[in-house]
């Protein structure tokens, strides 16, 4: 894919521990899995699968002194991902544990050196990467306090400099502990707002993802919401709203999906595509990711 520009993504790299479970997790018991070690964190794996359909890419993150850190760069490098990635001696690589299995999945995380992330690192990495044209922020960066300076520096001087943005709300649960009024008020602004149904939930009070979608165009213009199998729904202010199914496909793990997702609507959107071009693409990609276990496109190399 050519003519998009750079994409510039902003949040979080981790080490991914994911367990396919081959039947109900059974508390204080053995529960048969299989187990799969691999790379993770919203803002990398969207980077991951920008990098994968050939889009220019800058991923900005903090990653520890450590093994697993020089592991998640030299993973990111081979896929083509320009990495500006501050090095933090005395904090570890995020690492987060993934349940999945029937659809669904759950997440035990650490975010270890995400939290480090400053603002001074996003303007570094904006003032090297004259040719970008988007930012995408991962929410994580928002609902922990010790990256919240680093988000919203990183929208705001996008914003200074011209570029779009877009914000992916993250996850419901740390949605609800800051609060949905907190949340809406540091992405007011933003170009583009996408969220699974649950995270929609949280943030708006509409009855249904698309009564949603339409009460967070309040919020930002563009507001995307994933629904899983259920397809996306694209809603725009002041404007009708898109529907898509979701491409069937036999779901494996549903980790990362989302951020494929993303991915395949940025790269079209940034590259000209309208709502309806930009969420094929989404759900093409999105389609490939649960088809397969972990966040990652499946090799080095340009799609077919």
Not at 15 to 35: E, F, K, N, Q, S
Not at 103 to 127: F, H, K, P
Not at 128 to 152: F, I, K, N, T, V
Request: charged share 20%.
């Amino acid at each position: 894919m050519t003519g998009s520009g750079r994409i510039v993504t902003v949040g979080d790299v981790v080490t991914d521990v994911v367990a396919v479970l081959r039947a109900p997790l059974a508390a204080g018991t053995d529960t048969a899995a299989a187990i799969q070690l691999t790379g993770g964190g919203q803002a990398a794996n969207t980077a991951a699968w920008l990098a994968w359909l050939g889009v220019p890419v800058t991923l900005v993150a903090a990653v520890g002194e450590d093994e697993a850190g020089r592991a998640r760069l030299a993973e990111l490098a081979a896929l083509g991902v320009d990495c500006t990635v501050r090095r933090v001696p005395d904090a570890p690589t995020g690492t987060v544990i993934v349940l999945t299995g029937d659809g669904e999945r759950t997440m035990v995380t650490d975010r270890g050196a995400n939290l480090r992330l400053t603002a001074a690192d996003v303007s570094a990495a904006l003032a090297a990467a004259p040719d970008a044209r988007h930012l995408h922020l991962s929410g994580y960066a928002l609902l922990d306090a010790g990256s919240r300076g680093a988000a919203l520096r990183a929208l705001a001087a996008a914003r200074d400099g011209g570029l779009t943005t877009s914000v992916d709300a993250a996850s419901a649960a740390p949605l609800r502990q800051v609060g949905p009024a907190a949340f809406r008020s540091w992405v007011r602004g933003a170009d583009l707002l996408l969220a699974n149904a649950d995270e929609a939930a949280v943030l708006a009070d509409g009855a249904g993802a698309a009564a949603r979608a339409r009460e967070l165009t309040g919020v930002t213009p563009h507001v995307v919401v994933k629904k899983g199998g259920g397809g996306a729904i694209w809603a725009i202010r002041d404007g009708e709203a898109l529907s898509v199914p979701a491409r069937p496909t036999p779901v494996v793990d549903v980790t990362g999906a989302g951020d494929a997702f993303a991915a395949g609507l940025l790269a079209a959107w940034v590259a000209g595509a309208g709502p309806a071009g930009a969420l094929e693409r989404a759900t093409e990609l999105g389609a490939q990711a649960v088809a397969q276990v972990g966040a990652r496109p499946p090799a080095p190399g340009r799609p077919r």
